[in-house]
């Protein structure tokens, strides 16, 4: 139940950020984004808790740890993606601007 609670919030803090881009100064989708990642972050850690407790591989992990790395590993992969998007829209403005 955690779990799609987490994934839950995680996807409403995403659509907020999508639905309000352009209302919302750039601090509070800041905000928004770090709320994002750890509540991803939450859902990753309880996804893996129950596949622990279900397959009993493995001691079930503890909660801050696995929490702490779960939510710095998505935040990474947000900031690698938002990079990638902001070279490639550069990019392709940059084609419009010559063309």
Do not use: N
Request: hydrophobic content about 55%; some cysteine; aromatic content about 12%.
């Amino acid at each position: 139940m955690h779990f799609v609670i987490s994934v839950f919030v995680s996807i409403a803090f995403l659509s907020i950020i999508i639905l309000f881009a352009e209302i919302l100064p750039k601090w509070v989708k800041a905000l928004f984004a770090i709320g994002g990642s750890a509540t991803t972050g939450m859902a990753v850690f309880y996804g893996l808790r129950r596949l622990a407790k279900v397959t009993k591989w493995f001691k079930t992990p503890a909660l801050l740890p696995t929490f702490i790395t779960a939510s710095v590993c998505v935040l990474i992969i947000i900031i690698i993606c938002t990079i990638l998007l902001k070279r490639r829209r550069d990019k392709l403005s940059q084609e419009t601007e010559r063309g």
